[in-house]
Structure formats: C-alpha cells, structure tokens
C-alpha cells in the first residue's frame, strides 16, 4: 500500500536560514508527488508538484525515486512561511495520499 | 484559481442526529469529488471518492451506511454524517479535482461537533 512518511512534527528555524522539509514515501509504481501548504486559519492549498519543477514561493522539490523522498526546499526562510506543510501522493486512483505533516516556524 | 465550497463551516448537534455537509466548486465542474477527515494535530484521511451519477467509493474502515453520499451535479456534493456519535466530531474536508494539469481544490473544511 503506498504511504507518506513526513518524519518531523515541527520544525522551527531562523529567518534567513536554510530549510529543508522531508517527505519519503513508498509506492511501487509511478508516483506523483505534491506539497500543500495551509496557513493559520487558510484552507489547503497546492505549492507545487514534481512534475512541474517549478520554483513556488522560493521553495523546490526534486523527486528522487532511487531515495523515494520529495523533499521541501527553501534557501532562505521568510516569516510569512510559518504555516503546516503536507507531502501528498497520486497513485493514479486520483485521491491523495497524505503525510502526517509538518508544522514550520519561522522565529524572526 | 479554482474555488470549492463547504456549508456550513461548523455544525454542533445532538448525539443519534443526522448532519448533511455540502460541498460545491462554484467556478467548475468536477466529476469526481473527495471527502477528507481530519483529527486533531493529524492528516488528513480519505474517507471516500465521490463521483457525478454514480455510487461513491469508500476508503477501507469507513461505513457507508453511516457516511452518506450523494454527487448529484458536477458542482454538488453531499456528506451526511447519520446518526452522529460523539466519536464522529471532527474536521470534515472535500476536494474537487480538475483535469489537465490535475489538480485538488480543497474546501475550508466543516467542523462537527456531536455532544
């Protein structure tokens, strides 16, 4: 069965500092793998998608299949980052397969 | 972008009551539809795959008969909690899916609280 494995509860950093939020999951197949973004209060919200490669806010992701991991990355955190990320996997039946979480903290 | 709808964003009720959840994409047409629950400090959960005009799919572990729901029109879904238990509160989200590129659109989300 495919699973997401967010291993961190929360994560708090200095702003300016580097950030990395891990995802790995597990899935026999060809994944496809999200990050969602919800901020206090917020509804769920796409940040990006591997397929994509695209650079959302500052943050990237490389899917590593040989690693099976899709980790969140940002240079230089900002405060207005503070907010609970979620990794995501499609399987192909279309409904997402969600990680645990990750809170992030950005201390100014 | 997309938007998706929930009403009402939070319900309290009676124990051995029914509570209907709707959930609407207003600016698209979405053939399938997902509810989610959420519990506190945890992920979200896939409860079931709604689709337009036919039976929704149920994730293992979810009763059917007591997580009613109904996707009448491409814009319209229904979750009826049926006689709700306490054990029932919780988060209840929806999403609706586009195509190409595909994508989920998340609802706020509703608050259900059974005393």
């Known amino acids: 069965a495919q699973r997401v494995t967010q291993p961190e509860k929360l994560l708090s950093v200095f702003k300016g500092a580097p950030v990395e939020l891990k995802c790995n999951y597990s899935?026999?197949?060809?994944?496809?793998l999200f990050w969602y973004v919800q901020y206090s209060r917020q509804r769920l919200q796409l940040l990006l998608r591997?397929?994509s490669r695209e650079s959302i806010k500052g943050f990237t992701a490389d899917l590593n299949k040989g690693e099976t991991s899709f980790h969140l990355k940002k240079p230089f955190a900002q405060e207005e980052d503070s907010a609970m990320y979620y990794c995501?996997?499609?399987?192909?039946?279309?409904?997402?397969?969600f990680g645990s979480g990750t809170r992030l903290q950005v201390q100014p | 972008g997309a938007v998706v709808s929930q009403h009402p964003s939070r319900v309290i009720c009676k124990s051995g009551t029914s509570v209907k959840i709707e959930c609407r994409s207003l600016?698209?047409?979405?053939?399938?539809m997902f509810w989610y629950r959420q519990f506190p400090k945890q992920s979200l959960m896939l409860m079931a795959t709604?689709?337009?005009?036919?039976?929704?799919?149920?994730e293992q572990g979810v009763e059917k008969d007591k997580f009613l729901i109904n996707h009448a029109s491409l814009t319209l879904s229904t979750l009826t909690v049926t006689s709700a238990h306490p054990e029932d509160s919780s988060f209840y989200i929806c999403?609706?899916?586009?195509?190409?590129?595909?994508?989920?659109?998340f609802g706020p989300g509703t608050r259900l609280t059974v005393t």
């Open positions: 899935y026999s197949g060809s994944p496809e």
């Open positions: 600016d698209f047409q979405a053939t399938t």
């Open positions: 709604s689709n337009e005009g036919s039976k929704a799919t149920y």
């Open positions: 995501a996997l499609n399987t192909g039946r279309r409904a997402l397969t």
């Open positions: 999403s609706a899916e586009t195509g190409d590129p595909y994508e989920q659109y």
């Open positions: 591997h397929i």
